[in-house]
């Protein structure tokens, strides 16, 4: 059984850094063509990509969010880290993770989500 | 890269039938391999159709996905009330972020 589940604060200030931890089971970023990626979506409104990482330590990043976000991987903790910096209201909104197979062109499992508040 | 439109609301009685569209601005749908997720109300999305037409392991075939020209189309038949929610398309930027792409989302309403 595939399981992936986000964790980290649910209140970050404007200007600082979130930090979000997916942990997974069920799968291994060690297996060829493995990825996990992260979307957000703000209240009330569409889904977003923002990043993605895969089993050889390939890179993806929205466009969209410049240098502001930062994906490592703990293949031995089955952990992905999400690092958005310089965090804005605008940021405010549910965070999942998902897994991606590279060659496929969806997220076929994705965790819970978590809402991060982004407020002075 | 792509943008995905899909109509904001869409709505049918119980047992009734609904469609949703998905417009690709920006390219031709024609060469994009498009999946669809529903999402319930204070849940995930679920993964419901993949590339254009293919449904996963326990994904009733009252889902159907279909693609033609420069949209694809998701049909829901036998509507209950348990298919309200939100749909949305997606794709992937297979040109220059390498991520994905998902549509603006529908609302389904059951009368």
């Known amino acids: 059984q595939i399981t992936l589940k986000e964790s980290g604060p649910t209140a970050v200030k404007p200007t600082q850094t979130l930090t979000l931890t997916c942990t997974f089971s069920?799968?291994?970023?060690?297996?060829?063509?493995?990825?996990v990626g992260w979307i957000r979506q703000p209240p009330g409104k569409a889904l977003e990509w923002l990043a993605l990482?895969?089993?050889?330590?390939?890179?993806r990043y929205s466009p969209s969010l410049g240098n502001r976000v930062t994906l490592t991987k703990d293949t031995s903790k089955n952990q992905v880290v999400l690092t958005m910096t310089n965090m804005d209201p605008v940021d405010t909104g549910t965070y999942f993770c998902?897994?991606?197979?590279?060659?496929?062109?969806?997220?076929?499992?994705w965790g819970q989500g978590t809402l991060v508040t982004v407020s002075s | 890269q792509s943008v995905l439109t899909q109509p904001p609301s869409v709505s049918a009685a119980p047992g009734q039938k609904v469609t949703i569209s998905c417009s690709v601005v920006?390219?031709?749908?024609?060469?994009?391999?498009v999946s669809w997720y529903q999402q319930l109300p204070g849940t995930a999305p679920q993964l419901l159709i993949y590339?254009?037409?293919k449904r996963p392991s326990g994904i009733p075939d009252r889902f159907s996905g279909s693609k033609s020209g420069t949209s694809a189309t998701l049909s829901i038949t036998g509507l209950q009330t348990g298919d309200e929610g939100d749909y949305y398309c997606?794709?992937?930027?297979?040109?220059?972020?390498?991520?994905?792409?998902f549509g603006t989302g529908t609302t389904v309403t059951v009368l």
């Open positions: 998902a897994r991606r197979i590279y060659g496929e062109y969806y997220f076929d499992h």
């Open positions: 069920g799968f291994s970023l060690r297996t060829l063509g493995v990825g």
């Open positions: 990482i895969y089993w050889d330590d390939d890179k």
């Open positions: 920006g390219s031709t749908i024609g060469d994009e391999h």
């Open positions: 590339d254009n037409n």
């Open positions: 997606g794709t992937w930027d297979t040109t220059l972020s390498g991520g994905g792409v």
